[in-house]
T-cell receptor
Framework: AQSVTQLGSHVSVSEGALVLLRCNYS??????LFWYVQYPNQGLQLLLK??????LVKGINGFEAEFKKSETSFHLTKPSAHMSDAAEYFC????????????FGGGTRLMVKP | DAEITQSPRHKITETGRQVTLACHQT?????MFWYRQDLGHGLRLIHY???????NKGEVSDGYSVSRSNTEDLPLTLESAASSQTSVYFC???????????FGPGTRLLVL
């Protein structure tokens, strides 16, 4: 069965510092990969996704992620954190073997200190 | 603009009562999904539908049912609410399976 693991349920960074949120997946076939962001009391919003092609994917709000097949990873980064980036971030994967359903990681809460 | 809405946004009910959560999308998407979100579990799939009259069970379907009579709506029914069903429920839709899912704002349900 497909699974998605996010290392670190809470990550704290200072404003202006690098943001790195980790995501690893287990899949026997190349998956589609997604990062979603959830602000308090709101639904999930797509940040970026990887389907095929270029392995470095750029998303909204300055975030990007790189698909590394050899490491089965899809880590999310942002060079400089803003206070407005404080939210919960979810990594998700889907592939044909899982009936194309999305499997979510447990989420990482990002806190940004002034 | 196309959107996906959920109602009610907050609901308090008692154990044993039947509860229905509404989900309505104007994207004209064929695929619709219901998830529950609980601390430490991320989002878990309850039921999903690939089109009118199609419904399928997800990972945590026990105690829940859905029906799809038109493209726009996928109501979620808790047949007999239990305290373990206290959660935040999200509806989502997508154009094609494995493509981007668009989420509603969520319904916070408390079962006393």
């Amino acid at each position: 069965a497909q699974s998605v693991t996010q290392l670190g349920s809470h990550v704290s960074v200072s404003e202006g510092a690098l943001v790195l949120l980790r995501c690893n997946y287990s899949s026997s076939v190349p998956p589609y990969l997604f990062w979603y962001v959830q602000y308090p009391n709101q639904g999930l919003q797509l940040l970026l996704k990887y389907t095929t092609g270029a392995t470095l994917v750029k998303g909204i709000n300055g975030f990007e992620a790189e698909f590394k097949k050899s490491e089965t990873s899809f880590h999310l980064t942002k060079p400089s954190a803003h206070m407005s980036d404080a939210a919960e971030y979810f990594c998700a994967a889907s592939n044909n073997n899982a009936g194309n359903m999305l499997t979510f990681g447990g989420g990482t809460r990002l806190m940004v200190k002034p | 603009d196309a959107e996906i809405t959920q109602s009610p946004r907050h609901k308090i009910t008692e154990t044993g009562r039947q509860v229905t959560l509404a989900c309505h999308q104007t994207w004209n998407h064929n695929n619709m999904f219901w998830y529950r979100q609980d601390l430490g579990h991320g989002l878990r799939l309850i039921h999903y539908s690939y089109g009118v009259q199609d419904t399928n069970k997800g990972e945590v379907s026990d105690g829940y049912s859905v029906s799809r009579s038109n493209t726009e709506d996928l109501p979620l029914t808790l047949e007999s609410a239990a305290s373990s069903q206290t959660s935040v429920y999200f509806c989502a839709s997508s154009d094609r399976v494995a493509e981007t899912q668009y989420f509603g704002p969520g319904t916070r349900l408390l079962v006393l």
